[in-house]
């Protein structure tokens, strides 16, 4: 069964940090780019970083470049967001997604479930 799933979110002071993690099963990991989402109350969801099958290219939302990193371990299946610096704005519920071929040869997209980070004083 494809599955994504995340942990590590959390309530943090503003100027803290916190990794979040992306347990991936079911498919081909390294077959993948695999992106991190997030939705704030009362907002859109917005893509805020993306990583490359080999994790050699990545890509983030102004809103969090310098402060995010994104990186993967091929080896464990999981993509981590490591995120620094911490703003009251980055409060959310944050997802990891990918889009993935399944079994049957379809492509679909899929989401974990998501983790809330919290950040306030």
């Known amino acids: 069964q494809l599955q994504l799933v995340e942990s590590g979110g959390g309530l943090v002071q503003p100027g803290g940090s916190l990794r979040l993690s992306c347990a991936a099963s079911?498919?081909?990991?390294?077959?993948?780019?695999i992106n991190w989402s997030r939705q704030g109350p009362g907002k859109e969801r917005e893509m805020v970083a993306t990583i490359s099958r080999t994790g050699i290219s990545t890509n983030y939302a102004d809103s969090v470049k310098g402060r995010f990193t994104i990186s993967r371990d091929n080896a464990k299946n999981t993509v981590y967001l490591q995120m620094n610096s911490l703003k009251p704005e980055d409060t959310a519920v944050y997802y990891c997604?990918?889009?993935?071929?399944?079994?049957?040869?379809?492509?679909?997209?899929?989401w974990g479930q998501g983790t809330q980070v919290t950040i306030s004083s």
């Open positions: 997604n990918a889009a993935i071929r399944a079994d049957n040869g379809e492509w679909g997209s899929y």
């Open positions: 079911g498919f081909i990991f390294s077959n993948y780019n």
